[in-house]
């Protein structure tokens, strides 16, 4: 179903942001995968963030986390382009090279989503592929 809904988000040019599981089920749609960590299950952590977002969330900020996956840069698919990692290097945010797509591994929705991730959706919105 999700492959469905990812099909037809790309063929129409519908902007998608995945969130958690989300970003970890695009990664695997373009052929990537992830794998099993600890200490991210209802916590906070802190992201470093790449130039390409840190116009949005600055060089660092901090997340909250509720996830037990997590994807090594080694194993993020093919055009997908990262944005944000935690302390151990796990990829937590990514874009896609040249379609509207963007993924976070924390939870906007939740309490601890930060401001930030407004101005985040918002461009996605509004702009499309800021990144570009």
Not at 59 to 67: A, C, G
Request: charged residues 20%; aromatic residues 12%.
């Amino acid at each position: 179903m999700v492959k469905k809904i990812l099909q037809y988000a790309i063929k129409k040019n519908i902007p998608v942001l995945g969130v958690c599981r989300g970003l970890q089920l695009i990664n695997k749609y373009f052929g990537g995968s992830f794998v099993q960590i600890e200490n991210h299950v209802a916590t906070h952590h802190n992201v470093n963030f790449k130039k390409s977002w840190e116009s949005i969330y600055g060089n660092k900020n901090k997340v909250n986390s509720y996830h037990m996956n997590g994807i090594d840069p080694i194993d993020l698919a093919e055009g997908l382009i990262p944005t944000a990692f935690d302390s151990d290097g796990y990829v937590e945010g990514f874009y896609h090279d040249n379609l509207t797509i963007a993924s976070v591994m924390w939870h906007p929705e939740r309490k601890g989503g930060l401001p930030e991730d407004v101005v985040l959706i918002e461009k996605l919105l509004k702009e499309g592929a800021f990144w570009k």
